[in-house]
């Protein structure tokens, strides 16, 4: 029967049992090689995505804090605004030649660490005007430096004042409030008297400059002699919101601008002079009256109380200040007023001051036509250089340049003059 055995068979069966047993064993290891990637895939994803959640939220800590700082920075600089003002102190009469440095370095050692100095100066020629604003980091160095007017910066006395910038009524709105909301309010009109001598040809555009820091302008009525085109010594300036207009007022009276202190009141409806239908009947007090005890308790700078006081006004405004020289005739020979403060000259400190100021005129002249001769009249109480062209074409041209500019945060009054009077002058 062991003969009837078929061994091969036998073999044939166990040869496919093994492979049987094999294919299995090998698929068993594919699934589990197949499980152990999915599982490595799972994992791989779940890292990423927890990565992705990290960056995400690290990114979000970044922009919040990103944002925070911002906030941080924003509030801080809204307390800097908010003091700037208290921290700023303007400058007059500057010495034309002094630079931010020597402002710098003068209130650096005498108040306190200055941040930031800024000269004013013409748009055309680059020449200062004679201001300056010079920021400190402390409040307490701007009291330091008011009590420096009237000490020199480069041989020339200086006026210390506090800041008349816009940046100054930005600032004391913030400090106000943030939330709160002003009801609505109605226009107000100041009278601005002062406006004689150095003063006289202000234009309308520089007094606007002047009184726009404090708020929005409705209009400037400027008064001026029909002859002659000077301002007669005031004008009236409204405000489209009062709260503005009395802090012009408040601040501006008693303003010292090109050697004369303005006067600026409270225009009232009540008082008006019939010149042309417009106008209001007031004028600075030192003008009509001599003796300020004479007005009332309640009275304001610079009322008209009856019609002689109209009358007085009006024939003293008339005058001209400079009768004394041709009457704006056309010659080669004119006369510069204002070109510098007597009495701040120092020749002691600055034995160069007239010579600097020979050379700087004819440098500017010169621009305009030939030039005979310059002479800066060192007696002269209203600072007068004269000038002697080639010919009257020439001066006619400086005139109409020079008259109104500023110098040294003076306002230049140009006119014609004549050859007798240069004779009577001029050595």
């Known amino acids: 029967m062991a003969d009837d055995l078929d061994f091969d068979a036998v073999e044939q069966l166990l040869d496919n049992a093994e492979r049987a047993a094999n294919a299995d064993f090998e698929d068993e290891r594919r699934k589990k090689r197949r499980s152990r990637t999915r599982s490595r895939s799972a994992r791989r994803g779940r ?3 927890r990565s992705r959640e990290a960056r995400r939220l690290e990114k979000e800590r970044e922009m919040e804090e990103k944002r925070r700082q911002e906030e941080e ?11 700037r003002g208290d921290r700023t102190v303007m400058i007059v009469c500057l010495h034309h030649k002094a630079d931010e440095r020597d402002v710098y370095e003068f209130f650096s050692k005498n108040a306190g660490k200055v941040r930031d100095v800024q000269i004013i100066r013409d748009a055309r020629t680059g020449r200062s005007k004679g201001l300056a604003y010079v920021e400190f980091y402390l409040q307490e160095a701007t009291l330091k430096a008011l009590a420096l007017s009237g000490q020199p910066i ?9 800041s008349q910038a816009e940046k100054n009524r930005a600032a004391q709105a913030a400090k106000a409030s943030i939330h709160y909301t002003a009801p609505r309010e109605t226009p107000l009109r100041l009278y601005v008297g002062g406006l004689t001598d150095s003063l006289a040809n202000i234009s309308e555009e520089e007094l606007k400059k002047l009184f726009s820091p404090f708020g929005e302008i409705e209009f400037i009525d400027l008064h001026r002699d ?14 489209k919101n009062a709260s ?11 303003f010292q601008l090109a050697g004369k202190e303005l006067k600026v009141g409270i225009a009232t409806s009540d008082m008006q002079l019939g010149e042309g239908g417009q106008g209001a009947n007031l004028a600075i007090g030192e003008n009509l009256h001599e003796d300020a005890s004479t007005m009332g308790p309640n009275a304001q700078p610079g009322m008209l109380k009856d019609a ?5 006004l009006m024939q003293k405004l008339q005058r001209d200040p400079t009768q004394g020289y041709g009457p704006g005739v056309p010659s080669n ?11 701040q000259v120092n020749l002691a400190a600055d034995p160069e001051f007239f010579n600097d100021i020979h050379a700087d005129v004819e440098q500017e002249c010169r621009k305009y036509g030939a030039v005979i001769k310059v002479f800066a009249d060192q007696g002269s109480s209203k600072g007068d250089v004269w000038v002697k062209f080639a010919d009257a074409t020439s001066a006619s041209n400086c005139q109409r340049a020079l008259d109104r500019r500023w110098f040294a945060g003076q306002q230049i009054i140009a006119e014609f003059s004549t ?3 240069w004779a009577g002058v001029v050595r």
Do not use: W
Not at 154 to 162: C, S
Not at 244 to 254: K, L, P, Q, S
Not at 308 to 312: E, F, G, I, K
């Open 47 to 49: 890292s990423r995505s």
């Open 73 to 83: 920075e924003e509030r801080r600089r809204q307390i800097e605004d908010a003091t």
């Open 154 to 162: 480069k041989g020339q006395a200086v006026r210390v004042q506090p």
């Open 226 to 239: 029909p002859y002659t085109n000077k301002c007669k010594g005031f004008a009236f300036v409204q405000f």
């Open 244 to 254: 503005e207009a009395r802090e012009a007022m408040t601040a501006m009276n008693g």
């Open 308 to 312: 002689n006081d109209r009358l007085a």
């Open 333 to 343: 020979i004119i006369v510069l007023h204002g070109m510098f403060n007597p009495s």
């Open 419 to 421: 050859e007798a009077a």
